[in-house]
């Protein structure tokens, strides 16, 4: 199984500063087709995921551009330019490349 | 809009079964596969299996294999889990969510607790 790794698992951020989450895959996630399927999600406390980010970079449809993700082979990253009040929560990268599906430990984003 | 809403969770004891549900709406439910996202309390997202669009090819993870099994009915729109052999392990939200690759859409999802 392809294990996703996150670092750190807790991000305490001061509201307005930038924060970066690290993900990092034990195999490569390039598929077939030529795409990388390497997702970021977000979950609020008392909600279900929302996926923010598909195939490394594609923000997706209402997710405010302070949110961005990059990377390439084995190393990943996500990150938030200005963190607001309302990005409190885990995140969770996950790898849909592969069979089983993977999801990192989760990185609890809170406030100083 | 899209919308999955799932149902069926309960408390069930430890061997028992249980057939969750997921209704989907707003959108063209047979294009696209489906998949089922559990979550334990207090922990982490664990995908446990994906059907294909057209219900032909099936994945599970290796904790649920041979105990569930996934299903859908395009007619209904309706996506499903059937849990046999219940684990006190297997206690989580059950999530329902669109797609395979990195789902786009997820469910409110159902409660499942196992135990005595």
């Known amino acids: 199984d392809v294990v996703m790794t996150q670092s750190p698992l807790s991000l305490p951020v001061t509201l307005g500063q930038p924060a970066s989450i690290s993900c990092r895959s034990s195999q490569g996630l390039v598929y077939s087709d030529g795409d990388t399927y390497l997702s970021w999600f977000q979950q609020r406390p008392g909600q279900s995921p929302r996926r923010l980010i598909s195939k490394i970079s594609n923000r997706d449809s209402g997710v405010p551009d302070r949110f961005s993700g990059s990377g390439s082979g084995t190393d990943f990253t996500l990150k938030i330019s200005r963190v607001e009040a309302e990005d409190i929560g885990v995140y969770y990268c996950m790898q849909g490349t592969h069979w089983p599906r993977t999801f990192g430990q989760g990185t609890r984003l809170e406030i100083k | 809009e899209v919308q999955l809403l799932e149902s069926g969770g309960g408390l069930v004891q430890p061997g028992g079964s249980l057939r969750l549900s997921c209704a989907a709406s707003?959108?063209?439910?047979?294009?696209?596969?489906m998949s089922w996202v559990r979550q334990a309390p207090g922990k982490g997202l664990e995908w446990v299996s994906t059907l294909s669009n057209t219900g032909l090819t099936t994945y599970y993870a290796d904790s649920v294999k041979g105990r569930f099994t996934i299903a859908r009915s395009n007619s209904k729109n309706t996506l499903y889990l059937q849990m046999n052999s219940l684990r006190a392990e297997d206690t989580a939200i059950y999530y329902c969510?669109?797609?395979?690759?990195?789902?786009?859409?997820w469910g409110q999802g159902t409660l499942v607790t196992v135990s005595s």
């Open positions: 969510a669109r797609g395979a690759n990195g789902p786009d859409y």
């Open positions: 707003g959108f063209t439910f047979y294009t696209f596969a």
